[in-house]
Each structure stands twice: as structure tokens, then as C-alpha cells.
């Protein structure tokens, strides 16, 4: 089965700064999607950034980037240049691409955003 | 259509009590799931619905409850003889069967709390 770790619990960035988010995961597929999902308090989890495993390209999405390694299983997320607005929770998970596409959460980390 | 809606967005019972959440995805959407997010943690699969077929039930969903999608459209997921091990945040998302991007889109969500 496959399984997603975020080891960190909580991280605090200043404002404007930079921080990066863990994430490792355990599959045995070659193919398979990545996402960071965030979660605002009480409200609905929306996507920030999406990698495919067969691109080697890393993914970029304005001022959030990932670093995905695939021989480690490896997923961070970088965001720079951080905002108040950034503050939340934030989810790693995996989606294989065949047909059992249910998405594998991580525990979460929380993000507090220092002004 | 602006998105996955749920109903309620919150609702406390007493135990022994069955209540009933309901989902309606975003209208295209083909693909429906249910989750279950407690507090501090990541969402966890109960179960997903392509059109009104239910594919995939999670060993976590117990037989008191059961989750229907009749006309392929909305869902309903009810909890009978709620336990206060019931309280969470129950999640539905939408998807679109054979998106190249593997992306779910969640609702809000339902938060029970059992007395």
C-alpha cells in the first residue's frame, strides 16, 4: 500500500521569506501523480501544485515549487517569497494513475506566517 | 456550477443518533468521494462512487455506515448509531474519470461532532 510522510508538524516562515515543506512516500508504481494540497482554517482544501512521475521537469506554479526527487520518493514543496495568506495547513499526497485513483494523504504540516 | 457543496456544514447529535451528510460535485464530474479528516490529521478514503456504481469501500467504513449515490449526481453518506469515535470532519470531493490531471476537488465539509 502506499503511504505518504510529512515529519514535520508545524513550521513558521517570516514574511517574504522562503520556507520548505517534506514530504517522502513509499509506492512500488513508476507512474503515479504528487500533489501539495492546502487547507486554509475552515475552509475548503485546495490544490497548489501537481508533479507527474514520469516528468523529470519539477513542477512550478507562480511562487510555490516542488523539488521531486523519485529514486528517494522524495516531494518538497518551496515557497517563496511568503505571504500571510499562505498560512495553513498543507497535505502531501499520491494518486496512482490506474484505475484505483483514490488520493493518499500525509498527516499535515502547519504553516504560520510571521509578520 | 461553482464547485463541490456540502450539507450541513456542521452538526452536532447525541450518540446513538444516525445523521446523514450530503454532497453534490462539481455537475461534470463523473468521480465522488467521501473522506474523513480528524483534527491535526490528513484526510483518510471511506469510500468513492463513479457515476452511481460505488468501486472501493475502505476497511475504516464501518456497517453502520453506508454511502449512496443513486443517480450517479449527489451523495448522501449516513451514520447510524453515531459513536463519539464518529466526530470529524467528513469530506466529499469530485473528479472527472480519465482527467490527465488527476486532480480532486473538495467541498468544505461536513464537521460532526457526537455528545
Known amino acids: 500500500a502506499q503511504t505518504v510522510t510529512q515529519s514535520q508538524p508545524e513550521m513558521s516562515v517570516q514574511e517574504a521569506e522562503t520556507v520548505t515543506l517534506s514530504c517522502t512516500y513509499d509506492?512500488?508504481?513508476?507512474?503515479?501523480?504528487l500533489f501539495w494540497y492546502k487547507q486554509p482554517p475552515s475552509r475548503q482544501m485546495i490544490l497548489v501544485i501537481r508533479?507527474?512521475?514520469?516528468?523529470?521537469q519539477n513542477a512550478t506554479e507562480n511562487r510555490f515549487s516542488v523539488n521531486f526527487q523519485k529514486a528517494a520518493k522524495s516531494f518538497s514543496l518551496k515557497i517563496s517569497d511568503s505571504q500571510l495568506g499562505d498560512a495553513a495547513m498543507y497535505f502531501c499526497?499520491?494518486?496512482?494513475?490506474?484505475?484505483?485513483?483514490?488520493?493518499?494523504f500525509g498527516k499535515g504540516i502547519t504553516l504560520s506566517v510571521r509578520p | 456550477d461553482t464547485g463541490v457543496s456540502q450539507d450541513p456544514r456542521h452538526k452536532i447529535t447525541k450518540r446513538g443518533q444516525n445523521v446523514t451528510f450530503r454532497c453534490d460535485p462539481i455537475?461534470?464530474?463523473?468521480?465522488l468521494y467521501w473522506y474523513r479528516q480528524t483534527l491535526g490529521q490528513g484526510p483518510e478514503f471511506l469510500t468513492y462512487?463513479?457515476?452511481?456504481?460505488?468501486?472501493?469501500k475502505s476497511r475504516l467504513l464501518s456497517d453502520r455506515f453506508s454511502a449512496e449515490r443513486p443517480k450517479g449526481s449527489f451523495s448522501t453518506l449516513e451514520i447510524q448509531r453515531t459513536e463519539q469515535g464518529d466526530s470529524a470532519m467528513y469530506l466529499c470531493?469530485?473528479?472527472?474519470?480519465?482527467?490527465?490531471?488527476?486532480?480532486?476537488?473538495f467541498g468544505e465539509g461536513s464537521r460532526l461532532t457526537v455528545l
Open positions: 499526497a499520491y494518486r496512482d494513475t490506474g484505475a484505483n485513483s483514490k488520493l493518499t
Open positions: 508533479q507527474e512521475a514520469y516528468k523529470q
Open positions: 509506492t512500488s508504481e513508476s507512474d503515479y501523480y
Open positions: 455537475s461534470e464530474h463523473n468521480r
Open positions: 470531493a469530485s473528479s472527472l474519470h480519465n482527467a490527465n490531471t488527476g486532480e480532486l476537488f
Open positions: 462512487f463513479q457515476n452511481e456504481a460505488q468501486l472501493e
